[in-house]
């Protein structure tokens, strides 16, 4: 054994890739110190340019490769290693290196984004006394006062980093006499990473420490002293401090007096911050599976028992069961003791899922997702990764969750945007989640009652094995949609009208029979904003190319993309007039005039506004589910997921706009919205009705989505795929060129236009562009866009690559360049 050991050569070099805005990795030497304690995946501190920053190793070599350009004498060495336990484990970290790969994406940053954000240590400068220092306390005072406070101070206070070593000095820059100290020896300076940022939260706890009966009460205590005895004695002995002083009504010193007289003890214990700790929880499900299911759940066990990849589209429409295969497989995956994950779109939306999942599961599931507090992130992904927990349900980024041993890999709502990230690293969790699957042998499957075109695609290519749940659980009846004209509406009332006659009859005979009702607005691109009458100008944001949405409640103009706000003006800007106008519904309008024609409703609004306030959201939501609230009114974020079986009326004001979005896949995108959002009617054993109200009701993702018409729409829509050569007949990347400056932006597009040109020889691709962006300006900034499109995926790639890396382009350059590779949007 021991021979074994001595033939492992140590890493003598790390390559390490940082988490900034640069597609290249560095080589730095291993100190001898580090070369055991090393892993793939560890962090590192390492010196680039003049600053100490946090990098990933991602390859160990015992010896410069071959050939290589860099030369010995000039490599720097790391200065610190962070880990000795990588946060990435080997297997996410190859699957960040496809990310950054297939999307051309810096690796370091796709590394960054898997990891919670607590975890991204941030270096920084730490001042302390060295035992020469030390010695010399009492030798230096006569030389210098300063000099003497100083090391008084890291005597007595320990290591400080500069910045407060500063403060505590009363100096506001790094004094002079801080770098002779240094160059005597006195003090040490060093780079160190912030003692990470997030960490375990520690609770203050007291015990009773006194069993005998005649402890407390022969001793002469206070009554604050006996109250603390006898409360603790109430709850086993043992409880947080917080909670005696809150109970007992005292204040800490008299714990501290019997902690003096040995009779409590105070200690601290980790608490974890659990997402759900004061939830309800449903009944664990206890169904008999209908016979779909049971087929689905056979497939899919069967990879799963007999180990190696597979994918599957469970393609179920809303209500028929899906949620329940998914969670039976998750069962079988733990029978095999493998580890199981599962992706949503938006977990914020689903408290009901996370819910359920727990109340089947208990502790073994860990929940990921933004809304979380830091704290409760870092503890949900350190439970993971200490193989604590084997289920992981999140959003996106959880598909690069520690998952041990993965055994299966679940994309409910496969078809959501919301799994492709919308800045840099630009990837999307559901292809990741496919690779993840084949890298760690899991059984994947994507679910959707609306599966995007390019997984239904792939099904009937036999690339995914299909299943399917035709029929709503207990056969209830879809909820028939009507498309209610609103053409004819105006021509009757003379004048546009939000609501149609129709709908509000709905409304009123909904809430006669005691029943809810959701209230849907498509907002993309839609919602109130400010016209002048007069000059017909609208009131647009200073830093991008969208009109300003007045927000009712506090009577202020907000840009939903920068969040640019101002009150809302009297006058028009422009000509002064008085006759301004406010056009089209907001979410807030809807609620305002449902309220004013039924004041006994009881209604809840969510839009994301309202989701940026979890905790009201979660409250609407969960609310609703216990029949509190009588009408929901949102944007398109209702559509998604939740299972209200008392709701048997949908309504959509207004669908058009998100037809009208200069996207090719606008027809899809509604067509999804409608089944989604009809499939939230009639969940329960009432059925229900879903009106939607349209100034297109000739148009087919309409037409087909009322009567929930899956085949015949991807029929009608992969046609047009097919001849107008997009998805998935052809890849498609989009490039972003973005600057504050016009001329700037226009002088990069060109040249890479002309770098385009040149990769591009052989014509396996076509490029279009440079074009203005749908959205021209955003956040101050000039936008441009180039579409190329080609029947290789690999041409693509290869074409950007080399167009990006000709030599032409600074790195500043570079960072004006967005690639997305398979965008999902063309805004
Ligand atoms: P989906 O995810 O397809 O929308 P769910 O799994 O949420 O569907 O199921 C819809 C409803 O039917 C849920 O309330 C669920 O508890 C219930 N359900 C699911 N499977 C069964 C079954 N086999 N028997 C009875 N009820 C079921
Ligand atoms: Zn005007
Ligand atoms: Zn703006």
Not at 201 to 221: I, N, P
Request: glycine share 6%.
């Amino acid at each position: 054994m021991a021979s074994t050991a001595q033939a492992v050569t140590l890493p003598k070099y790390a390559q390490v890739a940082v988490p900034v805005h640069l597609s290249k990795t560095f080589t730095y030497r291993l100190p001898a110190s580090m070369q055991r304690d090393v892993r793939l995946g560890s962090r590192v501190v390492v010196p680039l340019g003049r600053k100490p920053v946090t990098a990933y190793v991602v390859a160990l070599l015992p010896a410069l490769r071959e050939g290589t350009s860099l030369i010995e004498s000039e490599i720097k060495e790391v200065e610190q290693l962070l880990d000795r336990d990588p946060p990435l484990t080997p297997q996410v970290l190859e699957v960040t290196r496809w990310v950054a790969d297939y999307y051309l994406a810096p690796w370091g940053e796709v590394m960054r984004a898997a990891l919670p954000t607590g975890i991204n240590a941030s270096v920084e400068e730490v001042v302390s006394i060295t035992a020469e220092g030390q010695a010399q306390r009492s030798a230096v005072r006569s030389q210098s006062n300063v000099k003497t406070r100083a090391l008084n101070l890291l005597a007595a206070a320990g290591d400080l980093d500069l910045k407060t070593f500063c403060l505590r000095m009363g100096v506001s820059r790094t004094p002079k006499w801080l770098r002779e100290l240094e160059a005597d020896g006195l003090v040490e300076r060093v780079h160190r990473a912030r003692s990470t940022v997030t960490r375990a939260r520690k609770r203050k706890m007291v015990r009773l420490k006194l069993h005998s009966k005649d402890g407390a009460e022969h001793q002469s205590l206070t009554r604050a002293q006996h109250a603390v005895i006898e409360t603790l004695r109430a709850h086993q002995e043992e409880m947080a401090v917080g909670d005696l002083i809150e109970s007992a009504g005292i204040s800490e010193s008299p714990m501290r007096t019997l902690s003096k007289k040995g009779m409590v003890e105070i200690f601290e214990e980790d608490v974890r911050r659990d997402p759900l700790a004061d939830a309800k929880l449903p009944a664990p499900d206890d169904f008999q599976l209908t016979p779909a299911q049971g087929q689905a759940l056979d497939a899919i066990e069967q990879p799963l028992t007999e180990g190696g990849f597979a994918a599957f589209l469970l393609h179920g429409i809303t209500g028929s069961g899906k949620t329940e295969v998914y969670i039976r497989s998750m069962r079988t995956a733990l029978a095999q003791g493998r580890g199981a994950m599962m992706l949503v779109p938006e977990i914020a939306l689903t408290p009901i899922l996370s819910r359920r999942l727990r109340a089947n599961f208990g502790d073994q599931v860990a929940i990921f997702h933004s809304s979380l507090s830091k704290g409760e992130r870092f503890d949900e992904w350190a439970r993971a990764r200490r193989g604590e927990a084997q289920i992981v349900i999140g959003t996106r980024s959880a598909v690069f969750a520690p998952v041990e041993n993965l055994g299966l890999v679940i994309v409910d709502e496969e078809h959501d945007t919301s799994y492709r990230q919308q800045e840099s690293p630009f990837y999307n969790a559901r292809d990741t989640a496919l690779i993840r699957g084949q890298k760690e042998n899991a059984v994947v499957v994507l679910g959707s009652a609306t599966p995007s075109l390019e997984s239904f695609h792939n099904a009937q290519t036999g690339k995914y094995q299909y299943l399917h749940l035709a029929n709503r659980i207990a056969n209830r009846p879809l909820a028939s949609a009507e498309l209610i004209d609103m053409r004819e509406v105006f021509a009757r009332a003379k004048r546009p009208a939000t609501f149609s006659d129709q709908l509000l009859t709905a409304i009123q005979q909904t809430h006669a029979r005691g029943e809810q009702a959701i209230i849907l607005l498509n907002r993309r691109g839609y919602s109130s904003f400010i016209l002048c009458r007069s000059c017909g100008e609208s009131i647009t944001c200073p830093n991008c190319d969208v009109t300003l949405t007045y927000h009712r409640s506090d009577r202020t103009i907000v840009c939903h993309y920068c969040n640019h706000r101002q009150i809302a003006p009297s006058v028009c800007p422009v000509c002064d007039s008085k006759y301004i106008y406010y056009v089209g519904e907001g979410t807030e309008q809807i609620e305002e005039e449902i309220r004013k024609r039924f004041p006994s409703l009881r209604i809840a609004r969510i839009d994301r506004d309202a989701a940026s306030r979890r905790h009201a959201f979660e409250k609407a939501l969960l609310d609703f589910g216990k029949g509190e609230l009588d009408m929901l009114v949102g944007t398109q974020m209702l559509a998604k997921g939740h299972d209200f079986p008392n709701v048997t009326l949908v309504g959509v004001v207004s669908v058009d706009a998100g037809l009208a979005l200069p996207d090719f896949r606008a027809a899809e995108r509604t067509f999804q919205l409608i089944t989604q959002v009809a499939g939230r009617a009639g969940r329960g054993a009432r059925g229900g009705r879903v009106l939607i109200q349209t100034y297109h009701p000739g148009h087919y993702a309409l037409r087909l989505a009322a009567t929930q018409d899956y085949p015949a729409f991807y029929n009608e829509e992969i046609r047009h795929r097919r001849n107008h050569g997009y998805p998935p007949f052809v890849a498609l990347a989009s490039m972003l060129v973005h600057h504050r400056e016009l001329r700037r932006a226009q002088s990069i597009a060109l040249s890479l236009r002309k770098a385009l040109n040149e990769a591009n020889s052989n014509r396996a691709c076509r490029v279009l562009g440079p074009a203005p962006a749908p959205l021209a300006r955003l956040r101050g900034e000039h936008r441009l866009h180039f579409l190329i499109k080609s029947r290789s995926r690999r041409s693509v790639r290869q074409l950007i690559d080399t167009a990006l890396n000709a030599g032409e382009f600074s790195d500043t350059d570079l960072r004006s360049v967005n690639v997305e590779i398979d965008p999902v949007s063309m805004m």
